[in-house]
């Protein structure tokens, strides 16, 4: 079992930064693929960001690459989200989850846990 909590949203104008952190409890954490997944309102939840156990291996959407960058620390339980250049389109609920898997993917459905999310809204 994996429990998750996000932090660090908010409101932010456009082209700032915001740092989001997941904590995650449970003793296998090292274990888990975990990935950020963003859902705006009356749009369909979509894949952000995903790291391998190790933090070697990353996979990013498009519409956020080479602005977000996702990182690790398995001593601490910690997933982190890193954004800049924040645009508007990027408001949304940003959750965390955690896959039982070696393998990095996009589908959220092959998500095993999730946090309750995290409010970022940029203005323009």
């Known amino acids: 079992q994996v429990q998750l909590v996000e932090s660090g949203g908010g409101l932010v104008q456009a082209g700032g930064s915001l740092r989001l952190s997941c904590a995650a409890s449970g003793r296998t954490f090292s274990r888990y693929t975990m990935g950020w997944f963003r859902q705006a309102p009356g749009k369909e939840r979509e894949f952000v960001a995903a790291?391998?156990?190790?933090?070697?291996?990353?996979d990013y959407a498009d519409s956020v690459k080479d602005r977000f960058t996702i990182s690790r620390d398995n001593a601490k339980k910690m997933v982190y989200l890193h954004m800049n250049s924040l645009k508007p389109e990027d408001t949304a609920v940003y959750s965390c989850a955690a896959r039982a898997s070696w393998t990095i993917v996009t589908d959220a459905s092959e998500y095993n846990y999730w946090g309750q999310g995290t409010q970022v809204t940029v203005s323009s």
């Open positions: 790291i391998s156990w190790s933090g070697a291996s990353t």
